[in-house]
């Protein structure tokens, strides 16, 4: 790094050669480096979302196949979030054969390997699910056996279901389904 080649060549300039100021530069210069390195790593994560979202954005414009664009968004939402798998929820038809008004039903199971995910392997929690659509609001948490909303559940038992993301779909202000991650 180029501020610890400096420093020594500094300590063994003639004192009369180097301005003091020079020294308090390089001394605050150096200790703030771990600070700026934090800092472009933050950016640098950033720019990384932002650029998986552009290319959801080009895929949405250059395909027609509805799958295949819910594919490639659960794929790039799995990415961005560390995520084992994730699934894209749509309410299905009611008794009745009205659309969106019927129970969540699985539209694109993915896994961190991006291919879909067997019906038999859908280890989700519907009370995380359930919570999301009746309040329309996120859910969000890092260890879901010990969070009192949801850790004597049974299937956050079962599966051992630690961090959850579940977010509601809303399409003119009607939640259409969900993402869980």
């Known amino acids: 790094d180029l501020l610890d080649e400096l420093q020594p060549y500094l300590n063994s300039a003639r004192p009369g050669t180097v301005p003091p100021r020079v020294y308090e530069l390089v001394k605050t210069l150096s200790g703030s480096m771990p600070q ?3 800092q472009v790593k933050t950016l640098e994560g950033e720019w990384h ?3 998986a979202v552009a ?7 250059s395909t ?3 799958d295949r664009v819910l594919q490639i968004v659960m794929d790039t939402i799995i990415q961005l979030t560390g995520a084992e798998r994730g699934f894209l929820m749509l309410r299905g038809a009611n008794s009745a054969g009205a659309p969106n008004m019927g129970e969540m039903q699985v539209t694109v199971a993915r896994n961190w390997g991006q291919e879909s995910i067997d019906p038999n392997e859908f280890a989700v929690s519907r009370t995380v699910i359930n919570r999301v659509v009746s309040e329309g609001q996120p859910v969000l948490t890092t260890n879901a056996q010990e969070d009192p909303r949801f850790g004597g559940q049974q299937s956050v038992v079962a599966y051992n279901l630690r961090s959850i993301l579940c977010v509601p779909l809303v399409a003119k202000n009607e939640l259409i389904g969900v993402i869980y991650a």
């Open 36 to 38: 700026f390195r934090k």
């Open 49 to 51: 979302s932002m650029r």
């Open 55 to 61: 290319q959801i954005g080009q895929v949405v414009n």
């Open 64 to 66: 027609l196949e509805l």
